[in-house]
């Protein structure tokens, strides 16, 4: 069975601060993670995926299949970054594809 | 964006009344899903759609079922409505049937059972 666990559902930094949330996963396969985003008054929609490799609004995420962890991170947090984010993981199909329970973001000015 | 609405958006209905949500796209894309947000439990996979009258369920599927006549449209009912149905759905779609192909999703339709 494959699990994702975001352990903090809320999280407040201020802004210009580094920000981590953090993604836990377990699977026993070869793991493609994402991590969506949803703004306030927004639909939900991709923001990162690890095969990717790529910087998406000053976040990243690392794959460390050693800790089976999908951390993102951005070093300086912007007030726009407040929003709910979800980590997911994929089987290797959509339908396949388990979400975390998320993790709110705040972020004060 | 892509092109994908959710009716209705809002919804309130009694308990053991049918319910249909409806999730239209204009992208042409094979795959669809419902996924029910609840707090504390993220997003669940309800029911998906691998083509025209082809679904097949997800996780939390017992009391709903789906349907799919044309690419463009995947129904969501609920047979008799439980106040534990009350939730927000999305609906959301592919192109292709792997992680490459990422979910767009649509608005969502906030549903309460009363």
């Known amino acids: 069975a494959q699990r994702v666990t975001q352990p903090e559902k809320l999280l407040s930094v201020f802004k210009g601060a580094p920000v981590e949330l953090k993604c836990n996963y377990s699977?026993?396969?070869?793991?493609?993670l994402f991590w969506y985003v949803q703004y306030s008054r927004q639909r939900l929609q991709l923001l990162l995926r690890?095969?990717s490799r790529e910087s998406i609004k000053g976040f990243t995420a690392d794959l460390n299949k050693g800790e089976t962890s999908f951390h993102l991170k951005k070093p300086f947090a912007q007030e726009e970054d407040s929003a709910m984010y979800y980590c997911?993981?994929?089987?290797?199909?959509?339908?396949?594809?388990?979400f975390g329970k998320g993790t709110l973001l705040t972020v004060n000015p | 964006d892509a092109g994908i609405t959710q009716s209705p958006r809002h919804k309130v209905t009694e308990t053991g009344t049918p319910v249909t949500l409806r999730c239209h796209q204009t992208?042409?894309?094979?795959?669809m899903y419902w996924y029910r947000q609840d707090p504390g439990h993220g997003l669940r996979l309800i029911h998906y759609?691998?083509?025209?009258?082809?679904?097949d369920k997800g996780e939390v599927s017992d009391g709903y079922s789906v349907s799919r006549s044309k690419t463009e449209d995947f129904l969501l009912t609920l047979e008799s409505a439980t106040s534990s149905q009350t939730s927000v759905y999305f609906c959301?779609?592919?192109?292709?049937?792997?992680?490459?192909?990422?979910?767009?999703f649509g608005n969502g339709t906030r549903l309460t059972v009363t």
């Open positions: 759609s691998y083509g025209v009258k082809d679904t």
């Open positions: 690890h095969i």
């Open positions: 699977y026993s396969g070869s793991p493609e």
């Open positions: 992208e042409n894309h094979r795959y």
């Open positions: 959301a779609i592919s192109e292709f049937q792997g992680s490459n192909s990422p979910l767009h």
């Open positions: 997911a993981l994929s089987g290797g199909s959509n339908y396949k594809l388990t």
